[in-house]
Nanobody
Framework: VQLQASGGGLVQNGGSLRLSCAASKNIFSFNTVAWYRQAPGKQRELVAAITSGSRSNYADSVKGRFTISRDNAKNTVYLQMNALKSEDTAVYYC?????????????WGQGTLVTVSS
């Protein structure tokens, strides 16, 4: 299973970006998918997650600004980011975990850099 994250870039304060995470197989239909981010010198943190039933949750710092969604037909999960702030600058990673034969396998996308300039 491979995850391909894309959509990062340079944006001004208050701007918007949409990140995409595409899977090589139809796995998102059955699993929770999450977006994490890691800023320079900081630990990786959970930004948003969406379950197979499309229930979502968000970090307090992004509530009301970010929206996670999924398109099962395209094996893709999106993160719409609005009202971006400089503190949102980070490398964003998508993630899913699949339990198979009693083993929890964790899959990560390669990361996509988001830079918000003031």
């Amino acid at each position: 299973v491979q995850l391909q994250a894309s959509g990062g870039g340079l944006v001004q304060n208050g701007g918007s970006l949409r990140l995409s995470c595409a899977a090589s197989k139809n796995i998102f239909s059955f699993n929770t998918v999450a977006w994490y981010r890691q800023a320079p010198g900081k630990q990786r943190e959970l930004v948003a997650a969406i379950t197979s039933g499309s229930r979502s949750n968000y970090a307090d710092s992004v509530k009301g600004r970010f929206t996670i969604s999924r398109d099962n037909a395209k094996n893709t999960v999106y993160l719409q980011m609005n009202a971006l702030k400089s503190e949102d600058t980070a490398v964003y990673y998508c993630n899913t975990e699949i339990l198979s034969w009693g083993i929890l396998n964790k899959y990560w996308g390669q990361g996509t850099l988001v830079t918000v300039s003031s």
